[in-house]
Nanobody, 118 residues
Framework: QVQLVESGGGLVQPGGSLRLSCAAS????????MAWYRQAPGKQRELVAA???????NYADSVKGRSTISRANAKNTVYLQMTNLKPEDTAVYYC????????????WGQGTQVTVSS
């Protein structure tokens, strides 16, 4: 069992920055693919960024160039650094851990709210 706890969300002005953190329990963190998803009101949950155990990354086009996903295996933590935030980035951001060999085996955090507004 893997438990994920997100932190770092909040209210930020357009053009501002935030760093989200996701702390994972369990010793299997290092080989899981970690990802951030987000869900805005009335919209489907969408992938924001993902990072494999080998540190390969991919990003949604909407955040490419403005966001960086990274992981610190020694701390069982994955981060999402977001810059130049826009109102359309407003959403609940969820941390996801997925077993790369058994894709149906995945875990979700409870989510953290990010609101971009002046």
């Amino acid at each position: 069992q893997v438990q994920l706890v997100e932190s770092g969300g909040g209210l930020v002005q357009p053009g501002g920055s935030l760093r989200l953190s996701c702390a994972a329990s369990g010793s299997i963190f290092s080989f899981y693919t970690m990802a951030w998803y987000r869900q805005a009101p009335g919209k489907q949950r969408e992938l924001v960024a993902a990072i494999t155990s080998g540190n390969r990354t991919n990003y949604a086009d909407s955040v490419k160039g403005r966001s960086t996903i990274s992981r610190a295996n020694a701390k069982n933590t994955v981060y999402l650094q977001m810059t130049n935030l826009k109102p359309e980035d407003t959403a609940v951001y969820y941390c996801n851990a997925q077993n790369p060999f058994i894709t149906a085996l995945e875990y979700w955090g409870q989510g953290t709210q990010v609101t971009v507004s002046s």
